[in-house]
């Protein structure tokens, strides 16, 4: 009966999707800080490079 009245309970439900939802954006940051990783140790596809300074006037 507890599982019942816990599975109608909407703090449960909000806490499920808060908690997956940090986990979602926690992996999606760590995908994107690989990726920046990659393009900083082998540049972009088009052969430019991520880290390359333009001075102007210079």
Do not use: R
């Amino acid at each position: 009966m507890a599982v019942t009245q816990l599975l109608k309970d909407k703090k449960f439900w909000f806490a499920s999707f808060l908690i997956a939802w940090a986990a979602a954006l926690q992996g999606h940051m760590m995908w994107v800080q690989k990726q920046d990783s990659f393009k900083q140790k082998f540049g972009n596809a088009d052969g430019s490079d991520v880290d390359v300074d333009v001075d102007a006037g210079d």
